[in-house]
């Protein structure tokens, strides 16, 4: 079997569609493929590239052509769908990453319940994290407040240790604000959204209402945020190949 039809066989395998860490991990273990080769991520990372075979979802998000329609996947290129459909997609995406980092970092994860039912990839959020119930951590209000924020991780007594917000299409502002009403947890303070936006943030974080929380939030981009996923992932996968 030659490499580019394991690629094939395991994104048919996985559903139509698969991260570029799960491809990693999966394809090797298509028994009739001989990789040949000291760097087998790159010879995924070239073939999903330049075959026709594939198609870019989002960074580090692979599809089979042939399955993008049934799926209802849009390109980032954001083609042939109306835009509201685009940005849920990527939304639900990078909701979603920030999970499964969570989760493999250790932390108790919370999304809130009106993202529970909605997927990423082929998983519907709500079975990804791992808290069904908001940790009452502190006042009722405060608590319902955090409950709004897009990804939350846990430490192991139940308090917030980081706050996430996904600013795909939105005002940043409103995370800040957000992040104003919960400035007295020890906890970090993270706006995600694209590389393009980071000048924005920088400007609204400046602004007189924010200055109780200068400093305290951080801007990641998509695609340090896809890098940071793939590591964790493969370091899971390795963690005990000695």
Same mark, same amino acid.
């Given at each position: ?6 690629? /094939? ?10 991260? !570029?860490?799960?491809?990693? +991990? ?25 075959? @026709? ?10 599809? !089979? ?21 685009? /940005? ?16 493999? +970092? ?5 999304? @809130? ?14 079975? %990804? ?27 192991? +007594? ?30 970090? %303070? /993270? ?32 695609? %340090? !945020? ?15 190949? !000695?």
């Amino acid at each position: 079997m030659k490499q580019y039809e394991a690629v /094939i066989q395991t994104l048919e395998r996985l559903g139509g569609q698969a991260t !570029l860490a799960d491809l990693y +991990r999966e394809a090797m273990k298509v028994k009739d493929c001989k990789w040949g080769t000291k760097t087998p991520f790159a010879s995924i990372r070239r073939i999903v590239q330049v075959r @026709p075979e594939f198609v870019k979802i989002r960074p580090g998000l692979w599809a !089979l052509r042939s399955y993008q329609a049934k799926l209802g996947l849009i390109d980032q290129d954001g083609k042939g769908q109306a835009t509201s459909e685009a /940005i849920e997609q990527t939304h639900a995406y990078y909701q979603g990453l920030l999970v499964e980092i969570g989760n493999l +970092r250790g932390f108790d994860t919370f999304v @809130p319940n009106q993202d529970k039912n909605k997927k990423f990839i082929s998983k519907p959020r709500g079975e %990804m994290r791992t808290l069904q119930e908001l940790p009452p951590f502190s006042y009722s209000d405060l608590v319902r407040r955090g409950g709004t924020v897009d990804v939350t991780w846990f430490n192991h +007594r139940r308090m917030p240790n980081s706050f996430f917000e996904v600013e795909h299409s939105t005002d940043i502002q409103g995370s800040l604000v957000k992040f104003c009403d919960l400035q007295d947890f020890h906890a970090r %303070m /993270i706006v995600v959204a694209d590389e393009s936006r980071r000048a924005e943030f920088e400007h609204k974080q400046r602004l007189t209402a924010f200055d109780t929380i200068q400093g305290r939030v951080s801007f990641l981009d998509y695609n %340090m !945020l896809v890098k940071n996923f793939e590591y964790e992932k493969l370091r899971a996968i390795h963690k005990f190949a !000695l």
